[in-house]
Nanobody, 109 residues
Framework: QVRLVESGGGSVQSGGSLRLSCQFD?????IGWFRQAPGKEREAVAT????????NYADSVRGRFTISRDNAKKTVYLQMNSLKAEDTAVYYC?????WGQGTQVTVSS
């Protein structure tokens, strides 16, 4: 069983910033941030390699979001800047098909 715990969501106005955190207990795997908006499929937002040497971003967030990880703290972060209303969703971290409970991000225009 893999344990993933997200935190850091909240409500912010358009143009604002939030930082999400995901605590994990599984070493040596790539971890991703995903999001699901009401009525939509879950989509990948960003992924990071085990050693943090490689990252990937969805086109919709590239240049605004930054994924990072601190393996000593077993935490993956998602820094979200220049937030837009369309970023509103429940954000999850995931690895190997396991998911956390999610954290709500609401951006008001």
């Amino acid at each position: 069983q893999v344990r993933l715990v997200e935190s850091g969501g909240g409500s912010v106005q358009s143009g604002g910033s939030l930082r999400l955190s995901c605590q994990f207990d599984l070493d040596d795997y790539a971890i991703g941030w995903f999001r699901q908006a009401p009525g939509k499929e879950r989509e990948a937002v960003a992924t990071i390699s085990p050693s943090a040497t490689a990252t990937n971003y969805a086109d919709s967030v590239r240049g605004r979001f930054t994924i990072s990880r601190d393996n000593a703290k077993k935490t993956v972060y998602l820094q979200m800047n220049s937030l837009k209303a369309e970023d509103t969703a429940v954000y999850y971290c995931g690895v190997l098909g396991y998911w956390g409970q999610g954290t709500q991000v609401t951006v008001s225009s």
